[in-house]
């Protein structure tokens, strides 16, 4: 059974640090494509960074610039590091696994991670 635990989340100041980390068990991590996205209080989720299995990356306009996603394979884990964090940054931190077969992709899903930024 595939899967994905967040870690990282806390209370940070504006223009501080945090970096979360996304553990992926229970199948061929290496072949996992990975998003971070975000939810605040009504609003609806967002991707804010994904990597590929061949570690390319991709960010949202919001974040780019500020955040970096990377991946060990050796370690199962992607990480999310967030710098330059804003009030709006706020919000629950979810990563999503992707894993592509021939006849369907299959999305797993982490339990989110609170992140919130004081202003």
Known sequence: QVQLVESGG??????????????????????FAVGWYRQAPGKQRELVAHITSGGITDYADSVRGRFTVSRDNAKNTVYLQMSSLKPEDTSVYYCKGRYETFARPYDYWGQGTQVTVSS
């Open 10 to 31: 806390g209370l940070v100041q504006a223009g501080g640090s945090l970096r979360l980390s996304c553990l992926v068990s229970g199948s061929i991590f290496s072949g």
